[in-house]
Structure formats: C-alpha cells, structure tokens
C-alpha cells in the first residue's frame, strides 16, 4: 500500500514540479510573456540565461532588469527588458545591462503575475531565453506530508528538477560564450586581413613615392646649351668616352660646386631599393604596434603580475628613455656609421623585447621595456612577434644599404662623443625618474606627506635645474639648444603644445581598455576592437588635414579647431557611465580622435615654415622630444589619479570590499574576487577612477587650446616639408 501512495505522490509531483524549465526563440522586435496564478505570501523565484543561436553570431545579448516598487513610474531605455508585473498591472521588478538573472519576489495578493521578455529595441538578431521558475505551483494538497518517506520523495524530487534545469542552462551559457569566441575570432581575423592590406598598400605607396626622389630631374641652363652645341660639333670626342668615364665627368662636375658637402650619390638598385624599404618599413610598423597594443594588454598584464600600481610604469619607462636619448641618437646618426648605428639600435630594441617577452614579473617587464624604449622600438610586450620582424629588417639594412661618405668621418671618437648632450641625456633621465616615483608612491604607497615622496620632487626639481644649466652651457650642442627654443616663439608654442597634447592624449590611450575591460568586462581583443574608432578618427583627421594645408597653405586655423574639437570630446569621454551603450562610447572616440588628428602633426609642419634649413632638424627633434615626454608624464600621472581614486570610492559604493583586494586583483579580474553582491558598487568605483583620469585629459586639451593662439600666422607655400611623427 506504501508503494503505491508513494508512486501515486511521484507521478504528482512530475506532473506538478515545483520548478519549471522554458526555452523560447525570442525573435528581433518581438516580446514574449508568461503568467503565474500565486496565491498571497507565494515565493516565486525566476532565473534566466541569454544566449544567441546562430554560431558566430554573438551580439549584444543584455537584459534589462531592475527592481521597481509597486505604482512607481517607469521609463524603458535600452535594448532588451525583463519586467514582472502584479494582477494591478504595476511593475514588481525590472533590471537592466544583464545576460543573465535571479530574482525571488513573494506576492503581495491572490492573482494572475505576468513576466515578459522583450526584443524590441535596436536588436536586429535573434536570441535564445533559458529561464527557469521555481516556486509553488499551486497543488490542492497538505503542505507538510505526515509520512517521512514521502517527504524524502518530494526533496528529492524537487532536487532532480533543479539538476535538469541547472543542466540546461548551463547549455545555454556555453552556446552563449562559443559563440562569442568565434564571433571575436572571426572579426579579429578580418580586421587583420584589412590591416594586411592596407599595410601592403600603404609599402607599396612608399617604394613609388621614394622612387619619385631618385628620379634626376634637371632643368636645363644657358650653360648647358653651349655645351650642348659645343658636343654636337664634336661627336668623335664625345663617343671616345666610356660609359664609366662619362658617369665620372657628371659626378665630378655635379659635386665641384659644392665642396664639403657629404657624397649622397650612393644610391640602391630598384630590387635592392624595395627590399630596402620594405625592411625599414618593418621597423616602422613594430614601432606603430608598439604604440597601440601595449595600451590594450596593460589591463592584463596588471591581472597576471597583480601590479596595477605599476601601469604608469609600463608606458613611462619606453618613453622615458626614448624621450632622454632621442636627440643623442639624431648626434649618433650624424657622426657615426649609418648602417651600424640603426642595426645597434634594432638589435637594443630586440634585447629589450626578449625581456619582456620572458617576464616573470613586473620588474623584469619595466626593465624590458626600458631597454626596448632605449632602441626607440619596444614592441608589445610578452610576444615575440618584433624577433623575426627585426631580423627580416637588420637583414635588409646590412645588405642593401651603402653607407655614404660623410664630411665628419675624419673626426677622432672622442671628438664624436664630445659632439653628444650624454651628460644632459643622464640628468634628464634621472629626473624624470624621481617625478615618476613620487607619481607613482603619493597618495597610494605613502601619504604625500611623507619624505620618501617630498624627497623624489625635491630630486626632481634638483636634477632638472642642473639639465637647465647643462643646456644653456652647451648651447648648440645642447639636448634643447636655448638658441632655438627661447627666440623663436612658434618653437617654444610648438614644444608646449606637442607636449600638452601628448599628455591628453596617452591618457585615453592607455586608459579607455581599463574602461573596456574592467567596467565592461570585455576580452583584451574586444577592447582593442572597441578603441578602433578612436585610432581611425585620428589617422584620417592627420591625412585629410595634412592635404588641406597643403592646399591652402595655412596651417594655424587647424590649431584651433582641432584642440578645441579635441577638449569637447575629452569632456564627452568623461562622462561614460558604467551602463553607457555603444553609441555613446563610439561617438565620443570619433569626436576625440578627429579634433586630436586635426592637430597632431601641425607643430611638426610649423617647426619647418618658421626656421631655415640648417635649423629644422633641430627644431623638429625639439617637437619630437617634448610630445615624447608629455606622453612619459601623462601615463604616470594619469596612474596616479586612478589608484587614489579607486581606493577612496570603493568603500563609498561597497560594504566589507579591500580595496588593497581590488587593486592586486588586476583590472580583469575584479569578478573574481568581488561577491556579486559588491560587484555593481566596485563597477561604480572603477567607473568613477577611469573617468577622473580623463580629466586629466580635458585640462591637458583645453591649455593646448590656448597655446594654440601664440601659433604665428604663416603659410607654407613655397616651403618643402617633411612631416615628422607625432603622438
């Protein structure tokens, strides 16, 4: 009899579960809504998995879902809303921003509660629900069974349901996330194939154009008339001559004029001259790598050292010695070996990249990039891609490149060095370094108060005063010729405003992947995909700018447009929020980065207008050196305003959170270590800090704005320039 009571009760029990397993194709521009009858003080809870069914096909897959109290109003403003309703048809909860949820409620009156799943908005995919409802489902039974047996029965029932269930919308989340993977595959793939092909096509561009250079293009002068009538009169002389000895005449007389000068008559064969350009076109393009991913990784590389205290460090130690010893290489290259100079410096820069590539901690990453900076080439760190990239470049310089005869080659060495600012080169770079280690030590490490950090400044202030004196006493030979910078104003507006817009800049460079990866929880390859429009806005800005300049021959309205265009979009990037949807984050980068493009490379081209040929390499390594060391000081001080930042929000929007967790924890680990009801809050609080960086931004571009007005108006009509890089 006991065996039958009990079959009885679990066939009840399959036909009545207490948890209720749904999967429905949720189509674009579609809702689709459930009801429970619940009677007074009934549990419900409703938990829910989104995911998408096409392979690859992985989009926006969030729900909106937030908790409303009963006659509260109501305004839906994203993509996709999960609501529950009351029989008075009054929202009992609504999220937002989420794939996936849990939510219990217990109902306040007798009656019919409705959840809906909506599609309406923006979504043109389709997407698969998985949700789950447990709780009472009314059964005209005694609550509590009188039998032990069949009280086991229904445990144990109710616990197969939940594994079923459970089981399912595992599924579903494992779709989701392979399908995401494939998804971020793919678009890595072809944007690689597209950064190929332009790569390619931009090579080949070059091997044409600097083939246009070589090309001899003479405009012929009375005295090449006569001597032209004079050889017409005397064939038989002229065809005695060799064709060895006739190149000889030509490159005699083409040089008498000009005695002194170095013999830049060497030039490559065409095959020589593309696979020359195509190795120095490798150096560049690890270079330009360089400046572009080493930002996106810095959040993971924060999360596998756990030294997010370090990140001013990553970005500040290249620049630091690629500030510092830039203007000693450009003596380097005019008084020593062309050849074996540039292979030193790709070999230096190949060492640094091996260390990076073998870090086995912060330490040893800084040290890599240090050495890597000094051969003004570190790569991205932790990959070994730069090696054979460098080998195919050294390869291609020590075999198709002839060195030509140089006027100081008589020069003893010590007259050579004596020609390089290394003393200056050595203060400079020793006091940066001490600014760099207060940045890096006040308000987090040490209180500012402390002597450690007052000692680094006071170090700073020392060490720059004496780089001061050393220049003035070099004079010309200085890192920073006085002669230069303090008597031409376009110069000295020049270097100030390449700095401050450096230092705005790197800010939102190395920081927009923290607001990727870390607020929005982003994979590094998506944040780099997502920071693209901020990269794009600025090279096309560069180019269409650098050609209308050219046709209308000035260059200072650029100024002012661009730094100005540059502060409003710094201003829009601060006000990113942690639910900020993709219109938003997108406009914002496009804004920033066409106002910073507009204007990038305007200090370089005016370097060139105002100063005479002998003085424009040095005035444009001054440009250089100032918008490399605004780039060394922005990510430093930037870093700084995001751990002081992030350590005194997070106890605002968490209960029981260690910040000192957060911060070891890296930017893309936070979930980890957060419970997930701290989880918003400490989103909150990294929003905050990635913000607040960002107005570090904002003043950095609006004095660049202002400096923008001391530009002399000047045309460059008539001028031939040659446009250096910039931020």
Not at 1 to 13: D, K
Not at 134 to 152: K, N, Q, R
Not at 176 to 190: G, L, M, P, Q, Y
Not at 230 to 240: K, Y
Request: proline fraction near 4%; include cysteine.
């Amino acid at each position: 009899m006991r065996f039958l009571t009990v079959a009885a009760l679990v066939a009840t029990m399959l036909w009545t579960e207490a948890v209720q397993g749904h999967n429905i194709l949720l189509k674009a521009h579609s809702r689709e809504c459930f009801h429970e009858e619940l009677h007074r003080d009934d549990k419900m809870t409703v938990t829910f998995q989104v995911g998408d069914r096409e392979s690859g096909g992985a989009g926006n897959l969030d729900i909106d879902f937030s908790v409303w109290l009963p006659r509260h109003r109501v305004q839906l403003q994203e993509l996709t809303f999960f609501q529950i309703t009351d029989p008075a048809h009054r929202f009992e909860t609504q999220q937002r921003g989420v794939s996936s949820g849990d939510y219990s409620f217990e109902a306040k009156m007798d009656g019919k509660y409705t959840y809906c799943f909506s599609n309406e908005h923006w979504s043109a995919n389709s997407k698969e629900v998985s949700f789950n409802v447990h709780g009472i489902v009314y059964v005209p039974e005694s609550d509590t069974p009188s039998d032990p047996l069949e009280a086991e029965v229904r445990k144990l029932s109710e616990l197969l349901s939940q594994v079923k269930d459970e089981q399912a919308y595992i599924v579903v989340r494992e779709r989701t996330h392979r399908n995401t993977a494939e998804s971020t595959n793919s678009r890595v793939k072809w944007w690689s194939i597209f950064q190929l092909g332009v790569l390619v096509g931009e090579g080949v561009f070059q091997v044409w154009w600097l083939k246009r250079f070589f090309e001899v293009k003479r405009v012929p002068t009375d005295t090449d008339v006569t001597n032209h009538t004079v050889n017409h009169h005397l064939p038989a002389e002229n065809e005695q001559q060799t064709p060895l000895e006739r190149s000889a005449s030509v490159a005699t007389e083409s040089s008498a004029g000009e005695p002194g000068e170095d013999d830049e008559s060497k030039y490559p064969g065409r095959v020589a001259l593309y696979l020359l350009t195509f190795g120095l076109f490798l150096s560049t393009f690890v270079v330009a790598l360089d400046n572009t991913i080493i930002a996106t990784a810095i959040p993971r590389i924060t999360t596998v050292f756990n030294s997010l205290d370090d990140v001013g460090w990553y970005g500040s130690a290249y620049l630091l010695t690629t500030t510092s010893l830039q203007p000693s290489f450009g003596k380097v290259y005019t008084y020593f070996n062309i050849k074996w100079t540039y292979i030193s410096a790709l070999i230096i820069f190949e060492i640094g990249s091996v260390l990076c590539g073998a870090a086995v901690n912060s330490t040893m990453l800084i040290i890599g990039r240090a050495v890597a900076g000094a051969g003004a080439a570190a790569l991205f760190s932790g990959v070994y891609i730069n090696l054979p990239i460098g080998a195919i470049a050294v390869t291609a310089v020590f075999f198709f490149f002839e060195n030509p005869e140089r006027k100081h080659s008589k020069l003893t060495f010590l007259e050579k060095i004596g020609q390089i600012d290394l003393l200056g080169a050595f203060f400079l770079i020793t006091s940066i370094v001490c600014l760099l280690l207060a940045l890096q030590w006040g308000g987090t490490t040490y209180p500012w108060s402390n002597s450690k950090v007052w000692g680094c400044i006071l170090g700073f202030a020392l060490l720059m005063i004496t780089f001061t004196c050393i220049q003035f006493w070099k004079q010309d030979k200085a890192t920073l010729p006085p002669r230069i910078m303090l008597k031409q104003r376009t110069i000295f507006t020049c270097a100030f405003f390449s700095a401050f817009l450096a230092l705005a800049l790197y800010a939102h460079i190395y920081f927009l992947p923290f607001y990727f990866q870390a607020v929005k929880g982003t994979t590094a390859e998506s944040s780099g995909i997502r920071t693209i429009p901020y990269l794009i806005s600025i090279t096309f800005a560069s180019i269409a700018v650098g050609g209308s300049i050219t046709m209308l021959g000035h260059y200072v309205p650029f100024t002012w447009s661009g730094s100005a265009i540059f502060t409003v979009g710094a201003g829009l990037l601060y006000t990113l929020k942690v639910n900020s949807g993709a219109g938003k984050w997108i406009g914002y980068q496009i804004i920033a980065g066409t106002g910073a493009g507009m204007c990038v490379q305007v200090p370089f081209i005016a370097v060139q207008v105002v100063l005479n040929k002998r003085d424009m390499p040095t005035g444009n390594a001054v440009a250089i050196f100032f918008n490399t060391l605004g780039g060394a000081f922005s990510v430093s001080i930037a870093q700084n305003i995001f751990s002081n930042t992030l350590v005194k929000q997070i106890p605002l929007y968490t209960h029981g959170v260690n910040p000192t967790t957060i911060i070891a924890a890296g930017a893309t680990h936070i979930r980890d270590v957060t419970p997930p009801s701290q989880l918003p809050g400490v989103l909150i609080a990294y929003n905050i800090a990635v913000t607040g960086v960002f107005i570090l931004s904002i003043a950095c571009a609006g004095i660049a704005t202002c400096l923008s007005a001391l530009f002399e108006w000047k045309t460059v009509k008539g001028k031939k320039l040659d446009i250096g890089g910039g931020a």
